[in-house]
């Protein structure tokens, strides 16, 4: 084969365009040999297995073009000292493996000075190879050159670690390889290693500290491809002669941890090499239109409710924990041998060691560690007490340490889990701990927290295949969890002044603790999240040893858990019916206060951006009225003609067809959303000009309300964002200026705005099939149906849907919008022409449909990469039927596919 492809090549040196001939012989043969890399990929290839193949592929065709280059090219039959030369692969390629479009980095290596030969043949390869599309890193160096660069710059050093020779002058090669290790095996490993982690920590700052983010770097984040690289230079550091390191990761890891390694490397190779294949160039993040496609080309499936796209991420996850585990377990092993540097001066004297005052348990190198692995044996209860140490002596875990829990779970048992003391430590860490979140993270990463929380066990790692939720489930619940602590110790009081000031009058911070951690464990279950949540908080409860009294409320948060947030923003908190509903459901001041705390933690650490002021404020403002219940106050529902006198006088005072229109919301308001209302002489269809006016300027609605006065004045009252959460308008007055105009231009009836110019649907939010859902409920309020619909969110939405209405003959009282990632939650309170409630019949179930279809109406202009998945809806599986129909649980509001 290789004869065949010089002869190939040589015929194509006398083509008129030598390069281009050349090129396209080069493509064929290249591009046939990662296709075979492809198939055995395809046919369940390993992962380091078809990196290989890959890496291969890239060596023939390289060796091919080095062949016609130096010796047909620009030929030199009896090579002076000065005209030897050789190419090897470094980095990543010079570890023999490569993904589908990864760059090669190449290194042309030359005795010393550059002569006209060698830069013919170093140009000529360059331009080849760039014609045939591939992104090349390349150095031109001579030996003393890459000597020196590899004694001071760590990166150089990096690269060279992995040399490889791939064509040219053998004897230069070898003879270079052997100075070079000779310079690495004399020099102090330790500023190699710093600079490594240092490399590591500023590229996880980069690519997103925490590990759990649902759209993974596979390559640069946190526990992925990098993070073992990583591990591979600094063991190359220390034993350079040695194959890939294999002498030094024998002796820094055990037997068990270099099979996870092995594990976490093929998984992670495969999951790239798939990734490039189905993205078409070297993407390295695992984004959401990507993820389907990648697990269903790594054989994944569904079991039951949960996609195969989640089971493959969890395993992501899962993956990504054993990389941070067997970070921890080969700093240990270098902090023992002194070859890592220390960090602060309480590790100026790593073998210096302190008791803590528990049996088994030491302070050494500014950690704290065990004595021994077999510590726990005789008493398994301190696999707890270890991290409430931890917390009491604001300490991280030593590596030591935390191999020593991993390798004792098995002690974990079912006695263990009800014996009292393991419990009571179990919630002095959950509740009366320092820094929880740090903690329960630590006992997360061990696997402790799973082992004594089966419960929690089940959802670690796993993720919600929708554009809202940043981080896995178990993230997402810790990070609340370390919010709640940030409340109560004043952290976010100028965020959260209410919250700040009410935790401390809740009597059972434990229950809200131990409510908030089990929160969203009912995720995926077969009678949605709410009610599977519920049993296994019970569950937990009980074998936790709470009285039935605590267990009742635990098991109250988790079920309602979802009750403020959703009565909030989808339902009229100024309708005394909402605030009547809400306020039995809650029953008492306690209730809710603990709620109000566990619905701010919880929407804020669902991910950055997601809690708004505007979100605040609709919370904040039925948590008050809510609570002027329970005071005795009275309840008086808010016209919003009652609240703008002076603009209805001006509208009716102007005669018919007048249009006022007033804008309310500065830079020293702290509303999170500009108000603009409009008064005009009431016709049909106002509303739906309006919203397309609003439309048509980009605005986003986050809530309207309308009246109408006896005499035929209408109010519009719209609540407006801009399309980064910030009221519309501060930061370009202008566009506020055109928005007037529009909206008088639409209230007066007159030529509709012409639509704002169609945006093509992101890839990752294409890769979202949204199931639509419309409700009718005849039961919420006493003198208006109320209408919610579910759907994908897209421009323009609400005047589509308001139009719906007006053609079926009803009028909007209030909107309510919310949006989650892909998904729109939009409420309305619908009258009919004479202001009554609708009655039941054909007419609504009708309504109902024409709203599903509107929702139902695909996004224009946008390329799938992959087949559309289904958003999950396992989360929620009342959507679709009536609160009145639903099973034990707060009737007026259900579990919906965004539920936090």
Known sequence: MTAVLDDR?????????????????????????????????????DG???????????????????????????PA?????????SLIAVGGYGRGVLAPFSDLDLLFLRPWKRIARTEQVIEFMLYVLWDLGLKVGQSARSVDECLALARTDMTVRTTLLEARSLAGDAKLTADFIARFRAVVTKADPRPFIAAKLEERDLRHQKTGAVRYRVEPNVKDGKGGLRDLNTLFWIARSLAPESPLGARALDDLLTARDRRTFEEAFDFLWRTRAHLHLTAGRAEEKLTFDLQPEVARRMGWRGR????????????????????????????????????????????????????????????????LSVTGPDVFAAAPAKLLSL?????????????????????????????????????????????HGQRPYRVLTLMNETGLLGRFLPEWGRIVGQTQFNMYHAYTVDEHTLQAIGIINDVWRGKLRDEHPTATEIVHRIDDFEALMLAMLLHDVGKGGDRGQLEDGAIAARRACDRLGLDPRRTEFVVWLVRNHLALSDYAQKRDVSDPATVRAFTRLV?????????????????????????????????????????????????????????YPDLVARARAEGAGAVVVSVHGSEEDERAATRVAVAARDRSGLFVDLADALAAAGADVVGARVGTAPDGTALDVFELQDGGGAPYGRSEPRRLTRLIEGLEAAARGGARIAPAPTVPPSPRRAAFDVRPTA???????PDAAVVEVSGADRPGLLADLARVFADNHLSIRSAHIAGFGERAVDSFYVTDPKGRKPSPGPRLERLRIELEAVLDHPDRGGARLSAPVRASLRDVSEVGRSWRDRPAGPPPVSSRPEAR
Request: glycine share 6%; hydrophobic share 40%.
């Open 775 to 781: 409700i009718v409920d005849l039961d919420e309020s």
């Open 587 to 643: 029953g008492d001041p306690e209730r809710l206060r603990t709620l109000l705390i566990l619905t701010v933690a919880d929407i804020r650490a669902v991910g950055p951006g997601v809690w708004n002021a505007w979100k605040g404020n609709l919370i904040r403002d039925l948590y008050q009225r809510t609570e002027g219940v329970f005071r005795g106050e009275d309840m008086i529902h808010a016209d919003p003609l009652d609240d």
């Open 387 to 431: 991290f409430r140490c931890a917390d009491e002596h604001d300490l991280d875990l030593h590596p030591d340490a935390f191999s020593a829990v991993s390798r004792s779970l098995s002690l974990v048992t079912p006695s263990l889990r009800r014996d009292p003391e393991a419990t009571r430590t179990f919630l002095d860490i959950l509740a």
């Open 48 to 74: 380091v297995e078809v990196a290989r193949l890959y890496s291969a592929a890239a060596d023939e065709m390289l060796g091919a073009l080095w062949r016609l280059t130096t010796e047909t090219l620009y």
């Open 77 to 85: 039959p009896n090579p002076t000292e000065a005209e030897r030369l």
């Open 304 to 367: 039951g409710d949960e996609p195969a796209v989640e089971r493959f991420m969890r395993r992501y996850f899962l993956v990504a924990r054993d990389v941070g585990a067997l970070t921890r377990a080969m700093s240990a092993k270098l902090e023992a041998r002194q070859q890592k540097p220390t960090l602060s001066l309480s590790r100026l004297m790593p073998g210096r060691k302190r008791k803590l005052g528990v049996e088994g348990f030491i302070k050494e190198a500014g950690r």
């Open 9 to 45: 090549l040589v015929e194509a040196a006398s083509a008129p365009d030598v390069r281009k001939a050349v090129a396209a012989i080069l493509r064929e043969t290249f591009d046939t040999a990662r296709t075979r890399a492809a198939r055995r990929l395809d046919a369940g290839g």
